[in-house]
Nanobody, 115 residues
């Protein structure tokens, strides 16, 4: 059974940084496309960034160079480094693993950007 578990959310001031981590278990990590999504209080879940199994990454337009996604296949881990955080980045962030039409989601981790 594939599971993904996030960690690293919290409260940060505007302009601050946070690092989110996600560990996948129960599957061969390097065969999965991995991504981070977020959902704010009044918004649909939206893509933040993803890195495919081959290593290429893509970002949502709102990231504007502030976030970096990376994967460590040896540790079954995907990292989202978030810098220059803004209040509008406040949301629950979800880790996603995708392979062959099947999505696996973590439980989510809250990120709050507030002064």
């Amino acid at each position: 059974q594939v599971q993904v578990v996030e960690s690293g959310g919290g409260l940060v001031h505007p302009g601050g940084s946070l690092t989110l981590s996600c560990v996948l278990s129960g599957g061969t990590f390097d065969r999965y496309d991995m991504g981070w999504y977020r959902q704010g209080p009044a918004n649909k879940r939206e893509l933040v960034a993803r890195v495919i199994s081959g290593g290429s990454s893509q970002y949502a337009d709102f990231v504007e160079g502030r976030f970096t996604i990376s994967r460590d296949n040896a540790k079954n881990t995907v990292i989202l480094q978030m810098n220059s955080l803004k209040p509008e980045d406040t949301a629950v962030y979800y880790c996603n693993a995708y392979k062959r039409g099947t999505n696996y989601w973590g439980q989510g981790t809250q990120v709050t950007v507030s002064s």
